[in-house]
């Protein structure tokens, strides 16, 4: 697939589901509001193409927090639904994979596509090995190769290998079957939550423990996400 055909394909089905979706957007929008207090949209900087930061929009899943109170190298990760951080609207919004919906935004801006690795925040960067760095060659996806893998569920390293496998793959029929494949994960909710082993800051710690310098700082009220 060219560059002209996928950014193509992302504008008309970003624009086709914004105008159909526009009314459980809104709804969405409200229940969020009135479930808690802090603004609809999560609004968060991520790693993108070419490995430049982008502004992210999601719908908030979690109890709002300034960012000055999120400290991402010591967040504990969140590894289940019952989680106090996540809000009664939110554990819907997670479960279902409906928080992603505003990223239709991001689609539209030219900041992602439908189909490509999961954006990550800027903390994440350190921990990217060289060998899978061609992640960034492309822009970041609402869904990709790692999210009907498994998502949350594989491992650091394994979701970086799925962005790698993606970028030297992808294409258009390449993208429309992980488009139905999302679709089926989405369904059936699962990845949702992945276990505290296999996150990218257990990754970080290990390193760091071969590398002689110890492990980072534990949090220390296990809040954030």
């Known amino acids: 697939m ?22 459980l957007l809104i709804i969405f929008s409200i229940l ?12 968060q900087n991520r790693i993108g193409k070419d490995a430049q930061l982008f502004r992210i929009y999601k719908f908030r899943t979690m109890v709002d927090r300034a960012p000055d109170q ?41 900041d992602m596509s439908i189909v490509g690795p999961r954006p990550i925040i800027p903390e994440q960067l350190e921990v990217v090995p060289q060998e899978h760095m061609d992640r960034f060659n492309v822009r970041p996806g609402l869904t990709g190769l790692a999210q009907v893998r498994g998502r949350r569920s594989l491992g650091w390293l ?14 258009f029929w390449y993208d429309i079957g992980i488009i139905f494949r999302t679709v089926w994960v989405v369904l059936t909710g699962s990845g949702v939550y992945g276990g505290e082993g296999l996150n990218w ?21 296990g809040q954030g996400g």
Request: proline share 5%.
């Open 2 to 23: 060219t560059f002209s055909s996928k950014r193509l394909l992302d504008i008309c089905l970003g624009g086709i589901a914004i105008f159909v979706l526009s009314p």
């Open 32 to 43: 969020i509001r009135i479930d808690s207090k802090g603004p609809a949209l999560f609004v």
């Open 70 to 110: 999120i400290d991402q190298h010591a967040e504990k990760v969140i590894s289940e639904g019952d989680d106090p951080r996540i809000t009664r609207a939110g554990r819907f919004l997670r479960a279902t994979s409906l928080d992603e919906l505003p990223q239709l935004i991001n689609m539209l801006k030219g």
């Open 158 to 171: 394994e979701q970086l290998q799925a962005d790698s496998e993606y970028v030297q793959n992808y294409g």
């Open 201 to 221: 800051r257990a990754y970080r710690d290990q390193v760091r423990r071969e590398q002689g310098q110890g492990p980072a700082a534990e949090p220390d009220n």
